[in-house]
């Protein structure tokens, strides 16, 4: 994770045993994908139900390339969720599977090749700042900055543009880099002729 974990409490007194279930699960989150740029959580106990009693609130807001995933576990309204320890699993579970989903859409519109240049979609484009990110054929998210796309064509590239790069050689602070990102035309790419798969 680029930035440390963000958590804020609301009318709930945490334990020190609370508080390391959130970063414990925080962590997990990175085993399904190591491309998470920023992580917060919000902990609430905002009403007192008559029916249930006193639910739990739990929000969990996660940064990946291009997107933030979010999600928010008082709209089950579900009773378990008196039980603070159960509503944060159940949001981490729910962010599980929101990520899980993120990274096979993603992974579905990359192309695959078998051999040639390396191929990537643009997941994040910041023309302001003269920066972007790519997430590659073999799942890397590369940086590449305005002066590494061939042709001038920086300010046309879109999020899920398809373009071929050449990733820099040697260690980087914000991981790899593209020394040259040249974008795929329309008439060079056409997803329905993705080869097969074996």
Request: proline letters at 5%; a negative charge; one cysteine or more.
């Amino acid at each position: 994770m680029q930035t440390p974990i963000e958590v804020a409490f609301k009318h709930v007194d945490p334990t020190d045993e609370i508080k390391a279930l959130i970063l414990e699960k925080a962590d997990q989150l990175e085993t399904y994908y190591d491309g998470i740029t920023s992580c917060h959580v919000y902990v609430r106990a905002p009403h007192q139900s008559q029916r249930k009693g006193n639910l739990y609130e739990v929000t969990v807001e996660v940064r990946v390339p291009g997107t933030e995933l979010v999600v928010r576990n008082d709209m089950d309204d579900v009773a378990e969720h008196e039980h603070l320890r159960v509503a944060i699993c159940d949001a981490f579970a729910a962010m599980t599977t929101e990520l899980k989903r993120w990274k096979a859409q993603i992974r579905d519109e990359v192309k695959t090749t078998d051999g040639g240049p390396l191929q990537g979609k643009v997941v994040e484009i910041r023309h302001d700042e003269d920066f972007g990110q790519i997430i590659a054929t073999d799942q890397r998210i590369v940086y590449f900055h305005r002066n590494s796309v061939v042709d001038g064509s920086f300010d046309e590239l879109q999020p899920r543009d398809t373009v071929e790069l050449v990733v820099q050689t040697g260690e980087s602070a914000i991981g790899p880099q593209a020394s040259t990102v040249r974008r795929i035309g329309a008439l060079e790419f056409n997803p329905a002729t993705k080869p097969s798969r074996r």
